[in-house]
């Protein structure tokens, strides 16, 4: 009998604390946000604005007053408050994209406001369609092959797009978990400039590409790798582009063997291989990349890359040398993360005020989203849209997926023209595929 109390009593106590705990409320704290427009530009309303919280990923979106204002209601985390808007004004697009980190603790005091200073910027006509750069694994098993990386540019325009004077060009340092020194006091010591590190790769010949077109340049390996990885890239293609140039002292055989014999030679890119530089291969981080494209204005790509007086030192090492690239250069730019990382940003909010994580060595890429309002617009897209994609990372820590539900490949083959988003934010621009386009 006194078992039977005793279970009793042991079950009424343990409903009673369950009750308990389900009625407790979790506490949240008043985050008010506001937006700060650029001089000149009036504040719009019902922007939406993000608070991502970064450990566990979830987010809540409000749209702001006529005020730029908006409120949210979140327990103690540490947050990212983000917003973009784009408007069009005499057929130029334009950017407005901002972010902020917010911690909120228990004595977080909300009459103060969470300030976004949105940075301004034009859409491009030229953009960076995919960047391939984390690998793929080996057939046996025994790790991962990283040398086929390659980017693809896209006119994604109504008018042809020269890329006369185009170049290639990365931030150093090369990898966004490292210890930035280019840091201080918590921000960018550059504000008006990117720093291209090593060297740059430019388009040795005039090249033309007409809208809705797109150029692939292979970066390492320009052969076809699926002979040795069958999960590689085959690079064996006349339409290709190809980094190769052994004169530069970008020689690495590893990184530049002899193209393939099916890659004409005018379609290999030129380099310049900065003074001081000894690397012998222009690495690009195949986990964290800040990668951009830029063309140099009344200088030629290898006078600038040999101007001395446009020369910054990583670090103060000669053998870091980088160059200054004006802001009014830079095309665009693709800011990638390492995923489950600390990072550090180092392309400017006006080139891309967000980012992309990535985990490399499993055949993902990095492909932007389409903008579905200016795609569907087309009149000659009908019945040639593809939806239900399911090519995305979601199903993995930190993947992402493209929320047009637009399958852009599949639409391309049944001939339909494709408008890339590009809002000058890779957060909202990008998603981690989980198969390289030209597989």
């Known amino acids: 009998m006194k078992k039977l109390y005793f279970f009793i009593t042991f079950v009424a106590l343990a409903a009673t604390l369950f009750s308990c705990k389900e009625d407790e409320v979790i506490k949240t704290y008043e985050v008010n946000v506001q937006l700060s427009y650029p001089s000149g530009y009036e504040t719009a309303d019902s922007v939406a604005v993000t608070l991502t919280n970064t450990i566990s990923k979830s987010s809540y979106t409000l749209k702001t007053d006529a005020d730029g204002k908006v409120t949210f209601q979140v327990p103690v985390g540490a947050y990212e408050a983000s917003a973009t808007e784009r408007r069009s004004e005499g057929g130029i697009g334009y950017n407005f994209n901002g972010l902020v980190s ?13 300030n976004i200073e949105l940075v301004v910027s034009k859409s491009s006509q030229l953009v960076i369609k995919e960047l391939y750069i984390g ?31 185009v170049c290639l060009g990365a931030v150093v340092p090369s990898n966004s978990n490292v210890t930035n020194k280019d840091y201080v006091d918590g921000a960018l ?14 388009f040795q010949n005039e090249v033309t590409l007409a809208p809705g077109k797109q150029i692939v340049i292979a970066l390492t390996n320009a052969v076809d790798n699926t002979v040795t990885y069958s999960k590689s890239i085959n690079f064996a293609n006349a339409e290709y582009y190809c980094t190769y140039d052994i004169a530069s002292g970008f020689n690495h055989t590893s990184y530049y063997p002899a193209p393939s014999i099916a890659i004409p030679e005018s379609h290999f890119l030129k380099a310049v291989r900065y003074s001081g530089v000894t690397a012998n291969a222009w690495s690009l981080s195949n986990t964290s990349p800040a990668f951009f494209i830029f063309a140099p204005q ?42 489950g990382t600390t990072n550090y940003k180092r392309l400017l909010a006006s080139v891309d005020a967000g ?30 849209l593809v939806y239900s994609y399911t090519g995305g990372t979601t199903d993995v820590t930190d993947g992402t ?35 390289a386009s030209l597989r």
């Open 135 to 165: 690998g793929c694994q080996k057939d046996d098993g025994s790790g991962a092959f990283s040398r086929d990386q390659y980017v693809i540019l896209y006119n994604n325009s109504d008018y042809d797009a020269s890329l006369a004077n």
């Open 355 to 384: 980012y992309i994580n990535h985990i490399n060595a499993q055949g993902y890429t990095l492909y932007r989203n389409v903008d579905k309002t200016a795609t569907e617009a087309i009149a000659a897209n009908a019945g040639k």
């Open 102 to 114: 917010v911690t909120v603790t228990d004595n977080w005091v909300p009459t103060t406001p969470v």
């Open 401 to 435: 997926t493209d929320t047009s539900g637009i399958d852009a490949e599949a639409s391309f083959k049944n001939g339909a023209r494709i408008i890339y988003l590009d809002t000058n934010n890779s957060s909202n621009d990008f998603h981690q595929r989980k198969v």
């Open 298 to 339: 009344d200088v030629t790509p290898v006078d600038f890359a040999n101007d001395a007086d446009r020369t910054n030192l990583y670090g103060g090492s000669s053998t870091q040398a980088r160059k200054k690239v004006p802001l009014d250069w830079v095309i665009d730019g693709i800011e990638v993360f390492k995923q």
């Open 189 to 202: 010591s550059y504000t008006d400039w990117i720093p291209a590190g090593y060297g740059i790769w430019y």
